[in-house]
């Protein structure tokens, strides 16, 4: 079922099937969740959402030992699907910004503030004219060695 294309395409009823699926065997796969649309994902959020609420709720009013033990796979559930939605919204965002003149904040290198605000190669290697001059006027000398 999992490798069906109906599940890419996902119609209403394949939808629901999807989601009791998730619901039958806590455990979403990452690679499953990436064919979806974002509306789909948006909804499998709410579902899981719900889900551990509930379970909240069972573990506080001393419920079965096997809903407490669920509460830490929906909260994986819950994060992957995050995740394949971040990672949806960014590559979103990276194709909408291809051509354009500055890369969004969020899509630009991290490294350290320091490394971002340091000087480029080409900055670097820049000399100004009196040191330009200086060169000229006196080059490096070069010694022979006798043996």
């Known amino acids: 079922f999992l490798s069906s294309p109906a599940l890419h395409h996902c119609d209403n009823d394949t939808f629901f099937e999807f989601h009791n699926f998730i619901s039958i065997f806590t455990m979403v796969k990452a690679?499953?969740?990436r064919g979806n649309s974002k509306e789909d994902l948006v909804k499998a959020l709410e579902e899981q959402r719900k889900e551990l609420s509930e379970l909240h709720v069972a573990k506080v009013t001393g419920g079965a030992a096997s809903k407490i033990a669920k509460i830490?796979?929906?909260r994986k559930n819950i994060a992957r699907i995050l995740t394949v939605y971040n990672q949806q919204q960014k590559e979103g965002l990276r194709k909408a910004s291809a051509n354009a003149k500055f890369v969004p904040k969020d899509l630009r290198a991290k490294k350290t503030r320091a490394m971002r605000r340091a000087l480029t190669a080409a900055e670097r290697k820049n000399k100004t004219?009196?040191?330009?001059?200086k060169e000229a006027a006196?080059?490096?000398?070069?010694?022979?060695v006798k043996a």
């Open 129 to 133: 004219l009196k040191q330009r001059k």
């Open 138 to 144: 006196f080059p490096k000398l070069k010694y022979a």
């Open 31 to 33: 690679y499953e969740l």
């Open 72 to 74: 830490k796979s929906v």
